[in-house]
Nanobody, 115 residues
Framework: QVQLVESGGGLVQAGGSLRLSCAHS????????MGWYCQSPGKQRELVAT???????EYADSVMGRFTIARDLTKRTVSLQMNSLKPEDTAVYFC?????????WGQGTQVTVSS
C-alpha cells in the first residue's frame, strides 16, 4: 500500500519562501505522476504543480515562475520550492501520486502566508 509522507510548510511572511517535501513508500514499477494540490477553506482542491517520472511538468498559472517542482526517483521524493509567496497561497497543500489508474494523497500540510 502506497503511503505519502509530507514535510515542510508553516508560517511565512509575504515575499518569503518555503519548501515542501513528500516521500512515498514502496517501489513504483509503472509510469507515475507526483505533485501537489492545495485547498483553501470553502474551495475545491486544485492543482499546484505535477511532474511525471519522464520529466513533464504542469503548473497552475498562479504559481508559474514562483514555484518549482522536482522529483528524485531514487529517493522516491517530490519537492515544491515556493518563492515569492503571497497571502493567497495560504492553503493546505497535499502531496499527490497518480499511478496505474489510482490516485493517492498525503495527509496535507498547512502553508500560511501573512501580509
Amino acid at each position: 500500500q502506497v503511503q505519502l509522507v509530507e514535510s515542510g510548510g508553516g508560517l511565512v511572511q509575504a515575499g518569503g519562501s518555503l519548501r515542501l517535501s513528500c516521500a512515498h513508500s514502496g517501489t513504483i514499477f509503472s509510469t507515475s505522476i507526483m505533485g501537489w494540490y492545495c485547498q483553501s477553506p470553502g474551495k475545491q482542491r486544485e492543482l499546484v504543480a505535477t511532474r511525471s517520472d519522464g520529466g513533464n511538468t504542469e503548473y497552475a498559472d498562479s504559481v508559474m515562475g514562483r514555484f518549482t517542482i522536482a522529483r528524485d526517483l531514487t529517493k522516491r521524493t517530490v519537492s515544491l520550492q515556493m518563492n515569492s509567496l503571497k497571502p493567497e497561497d495560504t492553503a493546505v497543500y497535499f502531496c499527490y501520486l497518480y499511478i496505474a489508474g489510482s490516485t493517492h494523497w498525503g495527509q496535507g500540510t498547512q502553508v500560511t502566508v501573512s501580509s
